[in-house]
Structures are given as C-alpha cells and as structure tokens.
C-alpha cells in the first residue's frame, strides 16, 4: 500500500524503468490547457472575424439617443441586405449631438480608421467627410440640390469618391405651396423658413415667386440657422403679418422639428414641410419623399461599393415617389377644417 501511495506522488519518477508523470498532475495540467484555450480562443476568432469583416464608418450630426429619421432608415437598410453588426460587418459611428462644428474633427477619426465606405447625411457632415478624404468611397442617405452645392459633378456621372440620394426638394416647393393654398384658402401672406448657412436655399423664395403671384399670395424669407434663432425667426413672421409657414428640407429643421412646430401652434401658423416625419411631429401638411425610406435605399449602394463598385460609377439616385400627408389633429387645435380636395388627395391623414 505504501508502495502504491509513493509511486502516485512521485512525480516525475521512474515505474518498471520508464519515466511517468503522475495521475493527480496530468489532471490539473489538462484543466489548466483547458481553461487557458477557452479564454483565448474566443479572442482569436472575434479577432479573426473582425479582420475579414467590411468596416463601414456612419457619421450622424445627431445622437444616438434621439436619432435622425435618416439614421433610422439606415440601420433598416442593414437589417434589409442581412448586415448585422459584430457578425458580418464592422460599424464605426460618430455623432455630433447636434454640435455641427465636431464633424470636421469626428470626419478625421473615422478617415483614420480606414473603412471600406463612409456614410453620412447633412450638408454640414458630407462636407465634413468630403474635405476629410478624397479616396474612401462615400454615400449619401440623403440630401437635397447635390449639384447645386457642389457635391458631384452631376447625377449621372457624379466622379470623385462621393454618390447617394437626392431630394427633390427645391423643386417640390411650388407644389407645396400651392397644397398649403388649397387647404388654408384665407391664406395671403406666407414665412418661408430657410437656413442661411445652405447654399440651396439661397435661391427661396425667388425659386417660387412665379407660383406665388398665381395664387395671390405674398412670400416672406425668413432666417434660422439653429435653435438658438427660432424665437426671433417667429418674431419677425409676426411682425411681418405671416399667415402661414413653409419649411424648407434641411437637417438642422429636421433634427429640432418639434420645437419650430410647437412655436408655430403657438404663433397658429398652419404649417407645410417636407417629409412625412413633419406632419408626425405636428405640421398641418406634409409633402415630400420619404425621408426614412429614401436612407434605406441608400443601403443598396453602400452594399454594391462593398462588392467592388466605384462611387463614380453609381449615379446619384432621386426621390421617386412624394407622399401628401394630413394632421387633422393639427387642424382641429388651430381651428381650421380641411377642405375635402386635399384630403381626397392626401395618402395619410392623421386622425
């Protein structure tokens, strides 16, 4: 028995001439092999996954708390063409949080990342990516008058490293004007809100004075560049006898809609914008793309520049479909009854 107990923690020791190591130790070393592969092998493949993976880079001007209609139809868009984050695609974000003059420098962080694409939406963020590189492919979700601001070179042929979506916006402001007519007829005198710091709105409401003199109605320009300048902007409509208010496509508008449409119920401005996500938020009307649908699309070209396509080669995709929608809960507080033609012609009416 003593003989049996020696040999068994001896260790290593010699039995019948040949050298062992003993039961107990073989035990735990093949624990200790065990336990150490398992905390490193999952290391080694994420890592592994993570170098074959696609990087794409998403710059928002928004938060991640409060995300942009157009950031929304984005990770759709993901959902969409089977993307998922972590298993089949690397997503490096960055958001401004609504303070425009990070995104130069949140531009550079990800250009030094070295994705594959870049996604972004906002006049301020594309060029903000745009002066960031000029070979990392970028897309668009969204934007209005591209050409115009000097983006691409045109939408067919956009050249450079840069495509995306286009909003038709400037050219749907005539329409909207003549909706917001039709459903407010005592209308006479109508703000239109633009953004300064956007070369395209420079040419409103020049753009619409012809529609404008056909429905007898007389157009005020008024300014807003950011959240700080809405209680003035409303100031100067009311001193300027505005009747009614039309609100030109842009992120900054966007992105801070509840508190201009929470002024003009307070200022009982009917309001007209652009996408649907206005007249959710509380516009009297609503006319335009589908902001969130028009993002996702915009998916389709991340995923073709994924694959191999140059952004040059990709043209500039426009808005295709424009939506009409109704808040007759809007209509009620401001004591307005929509006249049946409009909302025979709307394709939502909120109730």
Not at 41 to 58: L, N
Not at 241 to 246: N, S
Request: hydrophobic fraction near 45%; proline fraction near 6%; charged fraction near 20%.
């Amino acid at each position: 028995m003593s003989a049996n107990i020696d040999c068994i923690h001896r260790a290593p020791g010699h039995v019948g001439g040949r050298r062992v190591v003993a039961p107990m130790r073989l035990y735990i070393l093949g624990l200790l092999v065990t336990l150490a592969w398992s905390l490193v092998a999952p290391g080694i493949s994420a890592a592994q996954r993570a170098a074959h993976m696609p990087r794409v880079a998403f710059l928002d001007p928004g938060s991640p708390t409060s995300p942009i209609v157009c950031s929304t139809g984005f990770r759709q868009g993901l959902r969409a063409l089977d993307y998922v984050e972590g298993q089949n695609l690397v997503l490096e974000s960055r958001y401004a949080e609504g303070q425009l003059t990070r995104l130069p420098v949140l531009a550079a962080e990800l250009v030094r990342l070295a994705p594959e694409v870049i996604w972004t939406h906002s006049t301020e963020a594309i060029q903000a990516v745009k002066q960031a590189t000029t070979t990392i492919p970028i897309v668009i979700g969204v934007e209005s008058n591209v050409v115009e601001e000097g983006l691409v070179a045109g939408l067919a042929r956009p050249g450079g490293n840069l495509t995306g979506m286009e909003l038709r916006d400037l050219e749907l402001t005539g329409k909207r004007l003549q909706l917001l007519k039709d459903a407010v007829p005592t209308t006479t005198r109508v703000a239109v809100l633009v953004n300064p710091t956007l070369s395209g709105h420079e040419r409103v409401p020049g753009h619409i004075a012809p529609e404008a003199h056909a429905l007898g109605v007389q157009l005020q320009r008024v300014e807003a560049g950011g959240p700080d300048t809405f209680e003035a902007a409303f100031a100067a409509m009311a001193q300027g006898g505005a009747d009614a208010l039309l609100i030109m496509e842009g992120a900054t508008f966007a992105r801070n809609r509840q508190r201009l449409l929470d002024l003009a119920r307070l200022h009982r401005l009917p309001t007209m914008a652009g996408g649907r996500h206005f007249a959710e938020a509380g516009s009297l009307l609503s006319y335009g793309a589908d902001v969130r649908e028009i993002c996702q699309r915009s998916m389709v070209l991340v995923d073709k520049i994924l694959k191999g396509a140059k952004p040059s080669d990709l043209p500039v995709e426009r808005a295709d479909k424009f939506y009409l929608v109704a808040n007759l809960k809007t209509a009620q507080a401001l004591g307005l009854t929509l006249s049946p033609t409009v909302l025979f012609q709307a394709d939502e009416v909120i109730k």
